[in-house]
């Protein structure tokens, strides 16, 4: 009974206490003259947005909350493309660091210490000023492959796909998600084959082909209602296409190398956690090599790996809001920095930046829990 | 139970606290609290050469800057005690309405939005600006109208930046903004070749020019896209700090209207008979305590901090800005300086 009191008075003492926060900022905010609301959110930004791959921006058209969702779009995308490319690097350069190849090992370590160990705005502004703006040509001498694709020291420009009309666009779409939902398909039967015949089946291969196959019969199908913008020179960058700007790689690349380094320190220890005689036994049973690790030492090793390799994402993540370093429009850039000095509404436009961080770091440490949930060894 | 009652005495003693905090800073007000400190707190950018920079001993210059001092001179006496915040364009406004600063001379345009829902003052302009753009030789580009589809590096958070989204809509021009943090940023990004142009207010402009590798190589285009009145701004509701600051820089320009300047106001002050200067000095109707402030509180402005022609002279004219019939001039030489009388 002392226990129920106790807490609901804690939740009642903490509840005042926001409360009372709440209403002494505003109080304060109303006392300096500085009206506050949720209202700016549907005015027209008066300024542009340069990137954004999904949402369209137009200028004098688009609201702040367009804005916004920009921002928490760019913040996504980013972290995507990093969470991705930092484990793929983490783990081999992981792998790597054990190597009983003595140069091969003394490099990964080389690239970890170093990595590791440098503060991520300086790795974020040496990639972006000091390597690709000086190393990657002018928008005039572009290098290209094959006149489609564009790189120059302002980005990354490849063609973009345009659907004649939106219902022939959907049927390739529906396509393509069917061969995929097919693929998932094929690795349960693969894998129910497997365990009654021993027999392996090259899933990975065959659901790739497949998925463009699936794509290509959808083109024939609704009769190649498909056109090309090609991007092209003009006067002082390309023009048309899809352009992905050069902070955008600055950012991607410091943010997976930064992070793969903390990575490939979690997969070293978790493999290095699993028995040895594990490896013995493996390689006792004939398996090569790639085999013990991937079958024997892996899903074993997932179980140390994961859960710090959890909180390397959420670093990463929040690690993108620096890129206004080099004129990357992430969240914080857009919302937080220019946003907020325009409307000066630094009270709604602060907490809620706060929520989407938040937001995004429950869905990945959510996701990855439950995938470190199913990895773990089932106890009775 | 009894950690529990600790816990909420605890609360209530911080909120407590905490409100008489509250009301402590407002009941006083920032004259009183710069007169306790002793010292000044301007914001300032920092790094922005004629405005605000550190030279090479470390002394922070710059016309900016010296308003800093002129307000410090008025009201404490020495134009030394100043201590200076160097505030990005995203920070400044915050770090003024809470009091981290007493006042912003951080070269910030007068807009109504800000003035009327920032909860700051705007005072007086101690430079008169308009924004324009730098471009490489190399590009060829004549006017501003020429930069279709170009990538335009600018400060983020800035007027700067919506006067460009103005400019380029209302003349049907397409563009991609690269928004930095810092104006140092901006040029590292122009150098580097971010961008095919770079944004700013002129003065900023030829400030950033000369720091490039090769000056040489940018021109500044002909085409003033807007109106900048640059000055400093206080918190809203303390009108006795607003009017120092206010009268700091018509002291700067009367001061120089009735040709006084640091080399003769000492001479001025022993031997004029003209009342406008004995007002001015201090020597007759102590107009400093109006203000709440000492009788020769313009006299340690001039004496200290030198006219307005004189800052104007030491910080902006070596950045290649003329003065002599530009907007920045006296209105008696057809420029846009005319303060009201002191008296």
């Known amino acids: 009974m002392l226990g129920v009191i106790s807490q609901v008075l804690i939740a009642g003492a903490l509840i005042g206490f926001l409360t009372w926060i709440y209403f002494n900022t505003v109080e304060n905010l109303n006392q300096r003259g500085i009206p506050t609301g949720f209202g700016f959110l549907n005015q027209v930004a008066p300024f542009k947005v340069g990137f954004s791959p999904f949402l369209d921006f137009e200028l004098g058209v688009s609201s702040y909350w367009r804005v916004f969702f920009i921002g928490v779009q760019n913040t996504i995308f980013v972290s995507i493309l990093g969470i991705i490319a930092a484990t793929i690097l983490g783990f081999l350069v992981g792998i790597m660091r054990l190597s009983p190849n003595w140069i091969v090992s003394r490099t990964a370590m080389v690239y970890i210490e170093i990595l590791r160990n440098i503060p991520l705005l300086l790795q974020i502004l040496f990639w972006n000023f000091a390597v690709f703006l000086p190393s990657l040509p002018l928008p005039k001498a572009s290098m290209t492959f094959l006149d489609t694709i564009f790189l120059n020291n302002r980005g990354l420009y490849i063609p973009k796909i345009i659907a004649e009309n939106q219902t022939s666009g959907l049927i390739i779409i529906a396509f393509i998600v069917a061969a995929i939902i097919g693929t998932f398909f094929l690795r349960k039967w693969a894998k129910q084959r497997h365990d009654l015949t021993g027999k392996r089946f090259p899933v990975y291969i065959t659901g790739f082909f497949g998925i463009i196959a699936a794509g290509f019969i959808g083109i024939v199908v609704t009769g190649f209602p498909l056109s090309l913008e090609l991007p092209r020179l003009g006067r002082f960058n390309l023009a048309g296409g899809i352009e992905f700007p050069l902070p955008l790689f600055s950012l991607w690349f410091a943010l997976t190398t930064y992070t793969s380094a903390f990575i490939a320190e979690n997969v070293r220890g978790g493999i290095q956690s699993v028995a040895k005689g594990q490896t013995e036994a493996s390689s006792a049973l004939g398996l090569k090599r790639g085999h013990t690790l991937n079958l024997v030492v892996i899903p074993q090793a997932m179980r140390v790996i994961i859960p710090p390799t959890i909180s390397q994402y959420l670093n990463l993540t929040k690690n993108s809001s620096l890129a206004v370093a080099v004129a990357f429009e992430e969240l914080f850039a857009i919302w937080s920095g220019i946003s907020l000095n325009q409307t000066g509404q630094a009270l709604v436009i602060i907490a809620m930046t706060f929520l989407v961080y938040q937001i995004l770091s429950i869905i990945i440490s959510g996701g990855a829990n439950y995938y470190n949930k199913r990895s773990q060894i089932v106890g009775r | ?343």
């Open chain 2, 1 to 343: 139970m009894k950690t529990l009652v600790k816990i909420i005495t605890a609360g209530l003693l911080v909120s407590a606290s905490a409100a008489a905090v509250n009301a402590a800073s407002h009941s006083k007000s920032t004259l009183d609290l710069v007169k306790a400190r002793g010292m000044v707190v301007c914001g300032v950018s920092g790094g922005l050469p004629g405005f605000s920079a550190p030279d090479d001993a470390g002394k922070m210059q710059g016309i900016d800057a010296d308003v800093c001092r002129a307000v410090a001179a008025a009201v404490l006496g020495d134009s030394t005690k100043v201590e200076y915040r160097t505030l990005t364009a995203v920070e400044r406004w915050a770090a003024l309405t809470s009091s981290e600063v007493d006042l912003l001379s951080r070269n910030s345009t007068h807009t109504l939005t800000r003035d009327a829902s920032l909860g700051v003052d705007f005072t007086y302009y101690n430079y008169i600006d308009g924004q324009g753009f730098m471009v490489k030789n190399a590009l060829g580009v004549k006017s501003a109208l020429e930069l279709d589809g170009a990538k335009i590096c600018v400060q983020a958070g800035t007027t700067t930046e919506l006067n460009m989204a103005d400019y380029f809509r209302s003349n049907g021009i397409t563009f991609s903004p690269v928004g930095y943090e810092t104006s140092t940023q901006t040029r590292e990004g122009f150098e580097g070749g971010a961008c095919d142009a770079l944004t700013s207010d002129k003065s900023q402009l030829a400030a950033l020019r000369s720091e490039l590798k090769d000056p040489t190589s940018a021109t500044i285009l002909p085409e003033t896209i807007s109106k900048e009145p640059l000055g400093p701004v206080v918190r809203q509701g303390d009108d006795q700090w607003n009017k120092i600051v206010l009268w700091s820089i018509h002291a700067l320009i009367n001061g120089e209207e009735l040709g006084l300047n640091s080399a003769n106001v000492d001479e001025m002050k022993a031997s004029t008979t003209v009342p406008g200067i004995k007002r001015f000095l201090g020597t007759e109707d102590a107009m400093g305590a109006h203000l709440g402030l000492e009788a020769d509180w313009a006299y340690n402005i001039i004496k200290q901090v030198g006219n307005y022609g004189e800052i104007y002279e030491r910080t902006v004219a070596p950045l290649g800005i003329a003065r002599k019939g530009s907007v920045n001039d006296l209105w008696t030489r057809g420029g846009l300086l005319y303060s009201p009388p002191i008296r």
